[in-house]
């Protein structure tokens, strides 16, 4: 039986989900023109994207969107690491958008040309929200990182009072 917490989520990790998973399943059968372009755009914002030939930017970028949609949509996936992962791909979009020339005017709001780019921002409302969400309910990014168990006493150890 699906938890309280899972259903209150599910409406956004579906919205969200599904139309990430689109995307990438989209961009599988990018033509390396059609990648450059999308590689040149995400470079001006991000420089290292711009080291690896169009082909495999466009592919990895597609594989990319993909895992992220599939992840949002499987429930067994923790809201906590779905909403990381939205927080991290929506943060290079919105990247994107503020560094790029043309797509704002100064003040942030958005041209013709951003309108594309910054109405992606719902994506890190999403992601602030599946966070915000998994941390009240006690399922927060620190519960996803094993806890290691100490042999001795542990605040010793984090003070630096036993030695290896």
């Not at 690896?52 to 992840?71: D, M, N, Q, T, W």
């Not at 409302?125 to 399922?139: F, K, M, P, R």
Request: charged content about 15%; proline content about 6%; glycine content about 14%.
């Amino acid at each position: 039986m699906p938890s309280a917490a899972n259903l209150r989520r599910a409406p956004v990790r579906i919205a969200a989900g599904a139309f990430i998973l689109n995307s990438g399943i989209g961009k599988l059968a990018l033509d390396d023109e059609s990648a450059a372009g999308m590689q040149g755009m995400a470079a001006g914002a991000i420089p290292p994207v711009g080291m690896v030939s169009p082909g495999v930017f466009g592919k990895a970028l597609a594989g990319a969107e993909i895992a992220l949609g599939a992840a949002l949509l499987a429930p067994i996936v923790p809201a906590a690491a779905a909403g990381a992962g939205l927080a991290a791909f929506s943060a290079g979009l919105l990247t994107m958008y503020v560094r790029t020339p043309g797509m704002h005017d100064g003040a942030l709001r958005p041209t013709e040309q951003g309108i594309g780019i910054a109405k992606d921002s719902w994506l890190l409302g999403i992601a602030a929200s599946l966070l915000i969400d998994a941390g009240l309910s006690g399922e927060g990014i620190t519960t996803l990182i094993p806890r290691r168990s100490c042999s001795t006493d542990c605040d010793a150890v984090v003070d630096g009072a036993v030695e290896a």
